[in-house]
């Protein structure tokens, strides 16, 4: 079973590290999620911006699909920190919407990581008088919410 290969491989990577970690999984969020808790620094494992959090992700998605082509999408978190960001990056989205409705011009978001981006755009995409893209490149790519004219 993938799951507690998965599991058992986290496991061995942070008792390498000396971090007895405890887990929730289940499939959420249209993947795997799989929250890592007990870490003695999770600032550590979460890097500047989810930046290390992101690259443990990657290897463990390479793991889990060689096991699986089929497998969903691992979303790996720590503590909850994911979870966190993304709620606010839908007040984000929302009030962005807001200014844009308000001032009837667009409002341009800070450059953000492709899944930040994509929470935007999700949040948004029901809201019948609102439109987002993305411009720029990597790594300034940010989002810009609109009103539909």
């Given at each position: 079973m993938v799951e507690e290969k998965l599991r058992d491989l986290l496991r061995d990577i942070f008792s390498s590290l000396n971090e007895n970690i405890s887990f929730e999984?289940?499939?959420?969020?249209?993947?795997?999620?799989?929250?890592?808790?007990?870490?003695?620094e999770p600032e550590i494992y979460i890097g500047k911006e989810g930046t290390v959090l992101r690259s443990i992700q990657y290897l463990i998605n390479i793991y889990a699909h060689k096991l699986d082509e089929e497998f969903p999408t691992i979303i790996?978190?720590?503590?909850?920190?994911?979870?966190?960001?993304?709620?606010?990056?839908?007040?984000?989205?929302?009030?962005?919407?807001?200014?844009?409705?308000?001032?009837?011009?667009?409002v341009e978001l800070k450059p953000m990581s492709a899944s930040a981006r994509r929470i935007i755009h999700m949040t948004l995409k029901n809201y019948p008088d609102i439109w987002t893209h993305s411009i720029g490149k990597?790594?300034?790519?940010?989002?810009?919410?609109?009103?539909?004219?």
């Open positions: 999984d289940g499939r959420k969020f249209g993947g795997y999620y799989i929250n890592m808790a007990n870490l003695s790996l978190d720590v503590n909850g920190y994911k979870m966190k960001q993304y709620e606010m990056l839908k007040t984000v989205a929302i009030n962005a919407a807001l200014r844009a409705k308000r001032l009837s011009e667009p990597e790594p300034r790519r940010r989002v810009v919410v609109d009103i539909k004219k």
